[in-house]
């Protein structure tokens, strides 16, 4: 059974830093994409980042790049999301996600983690 266990939400305030992990569990990732998507009341779960092994290649929304940066570390089945210069607008829940992986869904999903950036 594949688990995907998100770590590291908190409050901060704008300006501030936060880093998300992501610890896999039930299947080997290193061959697949994990990222990152957020959600907030109301709203549809929306893409923030990922990692596509295919490709090698990092992919970010508008809104984050610059900003947040991904990365992963195979040995340990694990990717983080480190997010600089947090904005209020930031607020929401962030969702691991890993196996095929596109913009607008993802085959696994962590259960989440709240981040709240206060202004």
């Known amino acids: 059974q594949v688990q995907l266990v998100e770590s590291g939400g908190g409050l901060v305030q704008a300006g501030d830093s936060l880093r998300l992990s992501c610890a896999a569990s039930?299947?080997?990732?290193?061959?697949?994409?994990m990222g990152w998507f957020r959600q907030t009341p109301g709203k549809a779960r929306e893409f923030v980042a990922s990692?596509?092994?295919?490709?090698?290649?990092?992919y970010y929304d508008d809104s984050v790049k610059g900003r947040f940066i991904i990365s992963r570390d195979n040995t340990k089945n694990t990717v983080y999301l480190q997010m600089n210069s947090l904005r209020p607008e930031d607020t929401a829940v962030y969702y691991c996600?890993?196996?095929?992986?596109?913009?607008?869904?993802?085959?696994?999903w962590g259960q989440g983690t709240q981040v709240t950036v206060s202004s």
């Open positions: 990692f596509s092994w295919s490709t090698g290649r990092t």
């Open positions: 996600a890993a196996g095929v992986l596109t913009t607008t869904g993802a085959e696994y």
């Open positions: 039930g299947r080997t990732f290193s061959r697949s994409a």
